[in-house]
């Protein structure tokens, strides 16, 4: 067995980018396997639980944790990881602030399991079978694991040492991480996010910002965007102002409008409301000065109402560590 300090990858509710990010170290990855035993990431090999279990606690030196926490399982995995390891980070925004999966806390369990298993196009279901949690086969009990009421973040079920934000976290990011734990030295106080700036993806855009004037928003695929202006003031809905940076503003490099993956930045506590906020600030109103108040909110709810779904533009990475939580019950 290796003497050199053991590595951990494990994903909850995700997609799998946050595993394909750690690929995209590319050679940087030789001096991973150089620096650590990497032992545990269901997607790449085939340790198994028991060889996790069987490991004395905080035998693992370092585990990146991505993804949501959707199940029993999920947070099963969560404790155990964390009882193992030296440093758990919450890798990536679905294990930060429940990202996409947490947009389904708008919707009852009950609701998804209906479109998936029942109103779903390419479902046939006459006996209306539904996963259970057990099910009795000739070979024996089958289990799966409890489907939760609400996806949750990861630090909303055990204490995480450092998040690494990003859908998925950019591979210097992940480097920068790594190389703190290598270097030894001092590591930045707990909680700290680690790789990323202090201020917003607006500071690191080099898009020409002007006058912040907004008649109506656009979707990306109604208008071709300027490539040199700022594209808040093109009215696409670009979270930007509201985003941590780190990233470079890779989406406004691309032309499109940064969707708010790095979450909030230092020192806001829910990056929606944040948003929310300044697209207040930007609306124009100029044109309705002395109008009555009635017709004012009538042009500022036309305004709104160019933006479709709300949650999905303000939370898309945050719902779950959200003020709102986005909970829905039946
Ligand atoms: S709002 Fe978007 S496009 Fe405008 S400066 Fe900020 S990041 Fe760049
Ligand atoms: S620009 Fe925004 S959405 Fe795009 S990678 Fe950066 S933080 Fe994420």
Same mark, same amino acid.
């Given at each position: 067995m290796s003497n050199k300090p053991k590595l951990a990858m494990f994903w909850g509710a995700s997609c799998g980018g946050c595993e394909i990010a750690l690929v995209n170290l590319h050679e940087r990855l030789l001096d991973v396997d150089e620096a650590f035993d990497f032992m545990f990431c269901p997607c790449l090999m085939d340790t198994k639980l028991r060889d996790i279990e069987a490991l004395p606690d905080r035998g693992i030196a370092l585990t990146l944790f991505n993804g949501a926490i959707r199940t029993a399982e999920n947070e099963e995995m969560a404790h155990l990881m964390r009882r193992k390891s030296q440093l758990l980070i919450a890798f990536g925004a679905c294990a930060k602030g429940g990202s996409i999966p947490a947009l389904s806390n708008l919707h009852a369990p009950v609701d998804h399991f209906a479109s998936i *298993?029942?109103?779903?196009?390419? =479902? /046939?279901?006459h006996s209306l079978i539904f996963p259970q949690t057990e099910t009795s086969m000739p070979e024996g009990e089958l289990q799966l694991p409890a489907f939760y009421g609400r996806v949750k973040s990861l630090s909303q079920v055990v204490d995480v040492d450092y998040v690494i934000p990003g859908c998925p976290p950019e591979p210097h990011q992940i480097w920068n991480a790594i190389e703190l734990v290598l270097q030894g030295g001092p590591l930045p106080p707990r909680g700290s996010v680690l790789g990323? #700036?202090?201020?917003? =993806?607006c500071e690191e855009c080099d898009r020409r910002k002007e006058d912040k004037k907004i008649t109506r928003f656009y979707r990306t695929w109604e208008i071709i965007p300027d490539t040199e202006r700022c594209l808040l003031e093109q009215g696409?809905?670009?979270?930007g102002i509201a985003t941590r940076d780190g990233c470079g503003a890779l989406c406004p490099q691309a032309n499109m409008p940064c969707? #708010?993956? *790095? #979450?909030?930045? /230092? #020192? =806001?506590?829910d990056q929606g409301a944040k948003m929310v906020a300044a697209l207040g600030s930007i609306i124009d109103i100029d044109a309705l000065k002395g109008l009555p108040e009635s017709e004012i909110t009538a042009h500022i709810d036309k305004v709104l109402g160019s933006i479709p779904d709300y949650a999905g533009t303000? *939370?898309?990475?945050t719902l779950a560590e959200s003020l709102l939580k986005g909970t829905v019950r039946r």
């Amino acid at each position: 067995m290796s003497n050199k300090p053991k590595l951990a990858m494990f994903w909850g509710a995700s997609c799998g980018g946050c595993e394909i990010a750690l690929v995209n170290l590319h050679e940087r990855l030789l001096d991973v396997d150089e620096a650590f035993d990497f032992m545990f990431c269901p997607c790449l090999m085939d340790t198994k639980l028991r060889d996790i279990e069987a490991l004395p606690d905080r035998g693992i030196a370092l585990t990146l944790f991505n993804g949501a926490i959707r199940t029993a399982e999920n947070e099963e995995m969560a404790h155990l990881m964390r009882r193992k390891s030296q440093l758990l980070i919450a890798f990536g925004a679905c294990a930060k602030g429940g990202s996409i999966p947490a947009l389904s806390n708008l919707h009852a369990p009950v609701d998804h399991f209906a479109s998936i *298993y029942l109103d779903n196009p390419t =479902v /046939e279901n006459h006996s209306l079978i539904f996963p259970q949690t057990e099910t009795s086969m000739p070979e024996g009990e089958l289990q799966l694991p409890a489907f939760y009421g609400r996806v949750k973040s990861l630090s909303q079920v055990v204490d995480v040492d450092y998040v690494i934000p990003g859908c998925p976290p950019e591979p210097h990011q992940i480097w920068n991480a790594i190389e703190l734990v290598l270097q030894g030295g001092p590591l930045p106080p707990r909680g700290s996010v680690l790789g990323t #700036g202090q201020t917003t =993806v607006c500071e690191e855009c080099d898009r020409r910002k002007e006058d912040k004037k907004i008649t109506r928003f656009y979707r990306t695929w109604e208008i071709i965007p300027d490539t040199e202006r700022c594209l808040l003031e093109q009215g696409l809905v670009c979270m930007g102002i509201a985003t941590r940076d780190g990233c470079g503003a890779l989406c406004p490099q691309a032309n499109m409008p940064c969707s #708010g993956c *790095y #979450g909030a930045p /230092e #020192g =806001v506590l829910d990056q929606g409301a944040k948003m929310v906020a300044a697209l207040g600030s930007i609306i124009d109103i100029d044109a309705l000065k002395g109008l009555p108040e009635s017709e004012i909110t009538a042009h500022i709810d036309k305004v709104l109402g160019s933006i479709p779904d709300y949650a999905g533009t303000f *939370y898309k990475f945050t719902l779950a560590e959200s003020l709102l939580k986005g909970t829905v019950r039946r």
